[in-house]
């Protein structure tokens, strides 16, 4: 009795495995016939490369990025270094602060009107405008951004940039900038 059996499964067995042969033969030709068709077709919906002219390289700055100044943080590290001689340039794209939480008197990086001096503020308030951005290299002089600042390095470092503002008084400033920092060699 237990024959029979085994010759039955052997029967069945084989067309099952007949079938599943011929299944994965027809998915192996549908992938060939799809990549013969299909491909060409890709092929040709592919953009032809352009050949762009390189620019000048004293045209094209060498590092391009944005940063956001804080009102309420001193000198603030932009991540970017430059070397003395490298053409720095620091654009205002948007943004408002105030000096002082309240009052609502909020200017640009340009600052408010020149006003009383201070003898802490990195730039006397009366060259720059109270609140004004500003910047410096590394431990260079402080200098006026404003709006828009071009100039060129005269010593080698990270850029910093804040608020014209003493550090002691910081804390009640509100507000932040954002600029675009170019370097060109």
């Known amino acids: ?11 069945l067995s084989a067309p099952i495995s007949w079938l599943f042969i011929l299944l994965l033969l027809l998915v192996i ?22 050949i762009m002219p390189s620019p ?9 990025t944005t940063f956001e100044v804080l009102a309420a943080k001193g000198w ?13 340039e620091i654009t205002y794209v948007s943004g408002i602060w105030t000096g002082k939480t309240g009052n609502n008197i909020f200017s640009g990086p ?6 009383q001096d201070y003898f802490c503020n990195p730039i006397s308030h009366k060259e720059t405008g109270f609140n004004a951005l500003i910047g410096k290299i590394w431990y260079g002089k402080p200098f006026l ?4 600042f071009t100039g060129t390095a005269d010593i080698s470092g990270t850029l ?3 608020m014209n503002d003493c550090d002691v008084w ?12 170019q370097v060109r060699k």
């Open 76 to 88: 603030q590290g932009t991540g970017v270094r430059v070397s003395a001689g490298d053409r720095l």
């Open 29 to 50: 030709a549908g992938a060939v016939i799809g990549v013969i068709f299909l491909v060409p077709d890709l092929e040709a919906q592919q953009p032809t490369p352009q």
């Open 110 to 115: 340009e600052g408010g009107h020149p006003s």
């Open 1 to 11: 009795m237990g024959q029979p059996a085994r010759s039955k499964n052997r029967r």
């Open 145 to 148: 951004v404003g709006r828009h």
């Open 170 to 181: 910081l804390e009640d400033n509100e507000g932040s900038v954002i600029v675009t920092i």
């Open 56 to 64: 000048s390289p004293t045209s094209t700055p060498y590092l391009l």
């Open 160 to 162: 910093y940039l804040r």
